[in-house]
T-cell receptor, first 112, second 115 residues
Framework: GEDVEQSLFLSVREGDSSVINCTYT??????LYWYKQEPGAGLQLLTY?????DMKQDQRLTVLLNKKDKHLSLRIADTQTGDSAIYFC????????????FGAGTRLFVKA | DTEVTQTPKHLVMGMTNKKSLKCEQH?????MYWYKQKAKKPPELMFV???????INESVPSRFSPECPNSSLLNLHLHALQPEDSALYLC??????????????FGSGTRLTVV
């Protein structure tokens, strides 16, 4: 079945850039997403990219998609302590009715 | 209004109790979802409602019973739960089930503890 994988932990210093990586297996993935979850809270949609795009930039966030390698990354510029959270990569496609599949989440720790 | 509101935020219930979780959105979204999230795990899909009809049930035990009274409300009725059902229960909505391109809006969840 479809699978989404991401590294579990990333630690960066405040002011540095963070890069969170994700790979997915479903070649028919149509939409790819990054969600942020702070402790005790629900998931917040940060950004999304359609599979016919290579890159999307939104303020401090840059999403890169390599469709050939099925690789998605999220770059956070000038990382702040408020960016400390779990970041979930997710994908959906019309396989099985547009269900969204989530990765295990990457815990980002920002050191002051 | 761009929020999904879930109540209660915390719930402790015994294994013989009956309780309900509630979810409300006023964004005109026609698809609503229940997810279960255990600690340090991704959300797992439980149910999908599309246009107030149950579209997907991910083989969830019958002690969980969803209900969609109207296009803005989604309930999850709980009965005879087990301690392993303790988790964060998340409600989400999207414009409709076949147009998830713009992602989901999640509520902040109900933290459920079964004792």
């Amino acid at each position: 079945g479809e699978d989404v994988e991401q590294s579990l932990f990333l630690s960066v210093r405040e002011g540095d850039s963070s890069v969170i990586n994700c790979t997915y297996t479903d070649s028919s993935s149509t939409y790819l997403y990054w969600y942020k979850q702070e402790p005790g809270a629900g998931l917040q949609l940060l950004t999304y990219i359609f599979s016919n795009m290579d890159m999307k930039q939104d303020q401090r966030l840059t999403v890169l998609l390599n469709k050939k390698d099925k690789h998605l990354s999220l770059r956070i510029a000038d990382t702040q302590t408020g960016d400390s959270a779990i970041y979930f990569c997710a994908e959906s496609s019309n396989t099985g009715g547009f269900k969204t599949i989530f990765g295990a989440g990457t815990r980002l720790f920002v050191k002051a | 209004d761009t929020e999904v509101t879930q109540t209660p935020k915390h719930l402790v219930m015994g294994m013989t109790n009956k309780k309900s979780l509630k979810c409300e959105q006023h964004m005109g979204h026609r698809a609503m979802y229940w997810y279960k999230q255990k600690a340090k795990k991704p959300p797992e899909l439980m149910f999908v409602y599309s246009y107030e009809k149950l579209s997907i049930n991910e083989s969830v035990p019958s002690r969980f019973s969803p209900e969609c009274p109207n296009s803005s409300l989604l309930n999850l009725h709980l009965h005879a739960l087990q301690p392993e059902d303790s988790a964060l229960y998340l409600c989400a909505s999207s414009q409709d089930f076949l147009s998830v391109g713009y992602g989901y809006t999640f509520g902040s969840g109900t933290r459920l503890t079964v004792v």
